[in-house]
């Protein structure tokens, strides 16, 4: 716990060098980080306080995990600050689609549909799919 306090303050009042250091420091386990109950204060102090370049970075490293991480408490607060204050629509949009299944979130073969309506009128066969894996996953919520 005070460890995970002084990364905070750190990454908050440090140089750029020192918060450059800390973020290489994480290097590609943002999405482990993120589910740490401690830890993930330490990515909610980047996505408010670094500059773009960094919360770019924790963004892309949590992509691919939003199943895991909107089900699970602190995952859900640092995925929930990363939606709504770094990704752009399209990355937004994205990450919805990742709770369509793995399909859609790999493959990006619902790339073209920003809702479920959309994709359902395009592909019909992919309702029960996609359907089967939002019951899975907000059964676990």
Do not use: I, M, N
Request: net charge positive.
């Amino acid at each position: 716990h005070d460890g995970a306090r002084v990364l905070q303050s750190c990454y908050r009042l440090g140089s750029e060098a020192q918060r450059d250091a800390l973020l290489q420091g994480l290097a590609g386990s943002a999405a482990a980080v993120a589910l740490s109950h401690y830890g993930h204060f330490f990515l909610l102090a980047v996505l408010r306080h670094g500059p773009p370049a960094h919360r770019h970075t924790v963004l892309t490293q949590l992509t691919g995990r939003v199943r895991e991480l909107v089900v699970h408490a602190e995952g859900s607060a640092v995925l929930q600050l990363a939606y709504s204050s770094v990704a752009t629509p399209a990355q937004r949009a994205a990450l919805y689609r990742e709770l369509w299944g793995t399909e859609y979130a790999l493959l990006g073969s619902g790339a073209g549909h920003a809702t479920l309506e959309s994709l359902f009128e395009a592909d019909p066969a992919a309702r029960p799919r996609v359907l089967r894996q939002l019951e899975a996953t907000l059964s676990k919520a």
